[in-house]
C-alpha cells in the first residue's frame, strides 16, 4: 500500500525568503504525485502535479517540486514567500490503479515579517 | 466560472438529528467524493461516485451515507450525528477515477451539540 509522510508539522519562514516542504512517499512503482494548498476555512487547491516526464515540475502561485525517484521525494518549493503563502499544504500519491488518494498530515506554513 | 459549490458552509445539528450537506458542479465531472476532515489531520475519503456506480470505503460508518440523483449534484447524509463526526466535509470531483486532479469545494463544517 502507498504511504505519504510530510516529516514537517509546522513551519515558519520569514516573507521573502525561500520555502521547502519535504514529502516522501512509499511505493513500488512509479507514483501520481499532488501537492495541494488549504487556506484556513476553505477547500483544497492543486498547486501542481507529477505523473512522468520532466521530473521538475512548475506550478501555479511560482511553486516548483521536484521528483527524485531514488530518494523517494516530491519536495515542494518556492524561491520567495509572500505572507499570502500561509496555509496548510498536503502532498498525496497516487497510482494507475482504482485506489484512492493517499494524503499526508499536512504541512503548516507560517509567514513572518 | 466552473466550480465546485457546498451548501451550507457552516451547518450545525444536535446529538442524534439527521443531517443532510450539499454539493453541486458545474464541471461535469464523471466522479463526486465525499472527504471528512477533522482539525489538523489529512481528509480522508468516506465515498464516491462514478458516475451513478457508488463505492463506500471499507471503514466509513454506517451511519454516513450519500446520493447522487444526477451528475451535478451529489449529497451527504449523516443519519444520527454523534459528537466525533464534528468536522469539516470537503465534496471533489475529478474527470477520471483517483489518478485525476480533484477539484474541492469550500466544505462544509459541521458542528455537533
Known amino acids: 500500500a502507498q504511504s505519504v509522510t510530510q516529516p514537517d508539522i509546522h513551519i515558519t519562514v520569514s516573507e521573502g525568503a525561500s520555502l521547502e516542504l519535504r514529502c516522501n512517499y512509499s511505493y513500488g512503482a512509479t507514483p501520481y504525485l499532488f501537492w495541494y494548498v488549504q487556506s484556513p476555512g476553505q477547500g483544497l487547491q492543486l498547486l501542481l502535479k507529477?505523473?512522468?516526464?520532466?521530473?521538475l515540475v512548475q506550478g501555479i502561485k511560482g511553486f516548483e517540486a521536484e521528483f527524485k525517484r531514488s530518494q523517494s521525494s516530491f519536495n515542494l518549493r518556492k524561491p520567495s514567500v509572500h505572507w499570502s503563502d500561509a496555509a496548510e499544504y498536503f502532498c498525496a500519491v497516487g497510482n494507475s490503479g482504482n485506489t484512492p488518494l493517499v494524503f499526508g498530515k499536512g504541512t503548516r506554513l507560517s509567514v513572518i515579517a | 466560472d466552473a466550480m465546485v459549490i457546498q451548501n451550507p458552509r457552516y451547518q450545525v445539528t444536535q446529538f442524534g438529528k439527521p443531517v443532510t450537506l450539499s454539493c453541486s458542479q458545474t464541471?461535469?465531472?464523471?466522479?463526486m467524493y465525499w472527504y471528512q476532515q477533522k482539525s489538523s489531520q489529512a481528509p480522508k475519503l468516506l465515498f464516491h461516485?462514478?458516475?451513478?456506480?457508488?463505492?463506500n470505503e471499507a471503514d466509513t460508518p454506517d451511519n454516513f451515507q450519500s446520493r447522487r440523483p444526477n451528475t451535478s449534484f451529489c449529497f451527504l447524509d449523516i443519519r444520527s450525528p454523534g459528537l466525533g463526526d464534528a468536522a469539516m466535509y470537503l465534496c471533489a470531483t475529478s474527470r477520471l477515477l483517483h489518478t485525476d486532479t480533484q477539484y474541492f469545494g469550500p466544505g462544509t463544517r459541521l458542528t455537533v451539540l
Open positions: 507529477y505523473f512522468s516526464g520532466d521530473t
Open positions: 461516485y462514478y458516475d451513478k456506480d457508488f463505492n
Open positions: 464541471l461535469n465531472h464523471n466522479v
